[in-house]
């Protein structure tokens, strides 16, 4: 049974530029949340989709948009790239609200140089 | 004031202690609690959950939750080489986002 997988695992782009991150969530989830972990801190969360609909949002600004797909797979888009916005991106998915736990892939390395 | 706080460590024990990882958090509403395993690059590791107050064991590892102190721990016995890792706290609102705590390294010697 395939967990959560994310694509790509690496990625470098120039500041300015826009990235499109993917997850594909474990089977039988439907809610996918994303998060940010900068090198050293625990992840920071981004936004959540279920249904197709962003339900619950970080602090982050509108630079950040997702998006959730009918098959529950879901892409993070990051416009006007900054050198802060280098980091690990991780996507989680989970049943419902969660109250089973979430499960991680491993994560999108992005690099703006 | 961070929602959680947990000591980043580092932390380095010898093989076969007994580790202790805190967390404080600064909310009531908290009801699910969790701790996830990280090893160097790659994604955070569902190890532990708890759903209020209380104790639950898995094996070499204990999570306890004290909701009146707001105080929750992880204890690993005989600690392994294998357990060398970044542990990471994490609760649950009720919008179901996780907090996370800053994640203590942890660094066990053969």
């Known amino acids: 049974d395939a967990g959560v997988t994310q694509s790509p695992t690496h990625l470098i782009k120039t500041r300015g530029q826009q990235v499109t991150l993917r997850c594909s969530p474990k089977?039988?989830?439907?809610?996918v949340s994303w998060y940010q972990q900068a090198l050293g801190q625990g992840p920071q969360f981004i936004f959540q989709?279920?249904?197709?609909?962003?339900?619950q949002r970080g602090n982050f600004p509108d630079r950040f948009s997702g998006h959730q797909f009918p098959n529950y797979s879901s892409e993070l888009n990051v416009n006007a790239l900054l050198l802060g916005d280098s980091a690990l991106y991780l996507c989680?998915?989970?049943?419902?609200?969660?109250?089973?736990?979430?499960?991680f892939g491993s994560g999108t390395r992005l690099t703006v140089v | 004031q961070k929602e959680v706080e947990q000591d980043p460590g580092p932390l380095s024990v010898p093989e076969g202690a007994i580790v202790s990882l805190n967390c404080t958090y600064s909310?009531?509403?908290?009801?699910?609690f969790m701790w996830y395993r990280q090893y160097s690059r790659k994604g955070p590791e569902l190890l532990m959950y708890?759903?209020?107050?209380g104790n639950k064991e898995d094996g070499r590892f204990t999570a306890q939750v004290d909701k009146s102190s707001k105080y929750i721990s992880l204890f690993i016995r005989d600690s392994q080489p294998s357990d060398s890792a970044t542990y990471l706290c994490?609760?649950?609102?009720?919008?179901?986002?996780?907090?996370f705590g800053q994640g203590t390294e942890l660094s066990v010697k053969p």
């Open positions: 994490a609760m649950k609102d009720q919008g179901g986002k996780l907090i």
């Open positions: 989709y279920y249904e197709e609909e962003e339900r």
């Open positions: 089977s039988g989830h439907d809610t």
């Open positions: 708890t759903y209020s107050s």
């Open positions: 909310n009531s509403a908290f009801q699910y």
């Open positions: 989680a998915s989970s049943s419902g609200r969660g109250n089973y736990g979430y499960t």
